[in-house]
């Protein structure tokens, strides 16, 4: 079965970046994209791009356009989101949730890392 | 940017009632880029509704979506005490993806 296992909880100070991982297993991982998204507390659902797993193109939401870059290590399964810059606002769970395959269908999650921005 | 705006922010019901959640886009989307996604305290969002009215794997019948252009609706038919959770809408069919601020359905 499909599964997407997230790396822990961080902690960081306003500037500095976090890197959250997001294992894969249960299926061909180069077949499908990999996309990032992120709940604030108390808060809905913000999208923020994707990577594909074959080819590596990447695209982002214009709101993190300079702060977010994706990347994957297809030897390992796994798929990278590195935020730098970062601020309070930031302090969400970030999950990593796979493309369908199907017109950017989103339909396994990840089960979320908590990123805590705090000085 | 397609804004999506659910309704109710909350729907209070007994187990056995029905539930009709509503979802207004601002612009129009293609019924076959709506979803909805169920979410329970500290778990990830779960895939109930793709392409605006086919169900995910394993999701129940008592599930069901409908709706096209810029109104949709999910619709649970008798609710299980497992279905109290809040529930999005999105549409995937142009970037930036998009979701509703979520309606969250509680027992009354």
């Known amino acids: 079965q499909v599964q997407l296992v997230q790396s822990g909880a961080e902690v960081k100070k306003p500037g500095a970046s976090v890197k959250v991982s997001c294992k894969a297993s249960?299926?061909?991982?180069?077949?499908?994209?990999m996309h990032w998204v992120r709940q604030a507390p108390g808060q809905s659902l913000e999208w923020m791009g994707w990577i594909n797993a074959g080819d590596h193109n990447r695209y982002y939401s214009q709101k993190f356009q300079g702060r977010v870059t994706t990347t994957m290590d297809t030897s390992a399964s796994t798929a990278y989101m590195e935020l730098s810059s970062l601020r309070s606002e930031d302090t969400a769970v970030y999950y990593c949730?796979?493309?369908?395959?199907?017109?950017?269908?989103?339909?396994?999650w990840g089960q979320g890392t908590l990123v805590t921005v705090s000085s | 940017e397609i804004v999506l705006t659910q309704s109710p922010g909350t729907l209070s019901l007994s187990p056995g009632e029905g539930a009709t959640l509503s979802c207004r886009a601002s612009?129009?989307?293609?019924?076959?880029?709506f979803a909805w996604y169920q979410q329970k305290p500290g778990q990830a969002p779960r895939l109930l509704i793709y392409?605006?009215?086919s169900r995910a794997t394993g999701i129940p019948d008592r599930f069901s979506g409908s709706g096209c252009g810029t109104d949709f609706t999910l619709t649970i038919s008798r609710l299980e005490p497992e279905d109290f959770a809040v529930y999005y809408c999105?549409?995937?069919?142009?970037?930036?993806?998009?979701f509703g601020q979520g309606t969250k359905v509680e027992i009354k």
């Open positions: 999105q549409q995937y069919g142009s970037t930036p993806l998009t």
């Open positions: 249960g299926y061909t991982f180069t077949r499908n994209t």
């Open positions: 949730a796979r493309d369908s395959g199907r017109d950017w269908l989103l339909d396994y």
């Open positions: 392409g605006a009215s």
């Open positions: 612009q129009s989307v293609s019924s076959s880029y």
